[in-house]
């Protein structure tokens, strides 16, 4: 089966696409990448060359494959960074191709809209388009700390405020919460942890952090392909969050030790492929009050 994967692309590093197709490939998956820009290389340099495809340019990639009748064996669709609400509808369209051609196809949206210290980084488009048409559509959804805390309008500092917080989000739709880059206060010194929320259970995992200037980008988009690829393979939620886990504290272990800026995926592809087991999800009892 085959994973449709909308989002950015790079010819240098390691974001959207580029930190998405391969690694889930690596976990055995087709992947039919569509990409929404291509540029030289990541934003973050503060210089770039390249091309912001149009919505039109997405859907008419996505119609020659409809048109091949392969749209059936597409089991999951996975979008990330989308640059307008355009796009966005183009995938939600793309969704809905493929849950009228037999399947029940999972729709994971990573909404790409901004994070903690940085503040939004996209059109303010997105934010209504994410909350009213991406995250009601979707059954996964992979929010950073900040963005749960523009889906759910409220701060998350605790772990409680996290319960609360997915719940809100589930009530739009999605079955599984994934917050990731998450700081609760509970959170030790050192540490970043990630938070879970599916069938009326919650989770937490936690990290050592490791310490890079700059940071790498495209934790995230590896983040989103990683959880998916292993709920696609396992369909058990809190073992697909130790798997991807796993996997992607190895990659920035692997990018710490070569001084490199961008993630060494190609490098760490037997961790990706074959996680070992060094972080455990520890579920979480939570109380809260539903509003």
Known sequence: M??????????????????????????????WPINTVQFSNHTGYGGWKGEVFSAAHVRGIWTGIKELGVAGQCEAVLSGYLGDAGIG??????????????????????????????????REELVG??????????????PNHFEAEVLSGMK??????????ADRIH?????????????????????????????GRTWTIETEEIPMSPMPNGGGDLTAALFLGHYLKHRDPAMALEEMTNAVFEVFAATKRAGARELRIVQSRDAIAEPGHRFTALERFLHTKKS
């Open 89 to 122: 509808e183009a995938i939600l369209e793309a969704v809905s191709d493929v849950r009228a051609a037999g399947t029940r196809t999972l729709y994971c949206c990573d909404p790409v809209m901004g994070d903690s210290g940085r503040g939004f980084y996209v």
């Open 129 to 142: 388009f994410f909350r009213d048409k991406a995250i009601p559509r979707a059954d996964i959804v992979t």
């Open 2 to 31: 085959a994973i449709l994967s909308v989002q950015s692309h790079v010819a240098y590093g390691n974001v959207g696409n580029r930190a998405a197709v391969f690694p889930l490939e690596l976990l055995g998956f087709d992947v």
């Open 156 to 165: 998350i500092g605790s772990l409680e405020d996290a319960a609360l917080a």
């Open 171 to 199: 009530a739009l739709g999605p079955g599984i919460v994934l917050v990731t880059s998450f700081r609760p206060r509970e959170l030790p010194p050192g540490h970043i942890a990630m938070f879970l929320s599916a069938a």
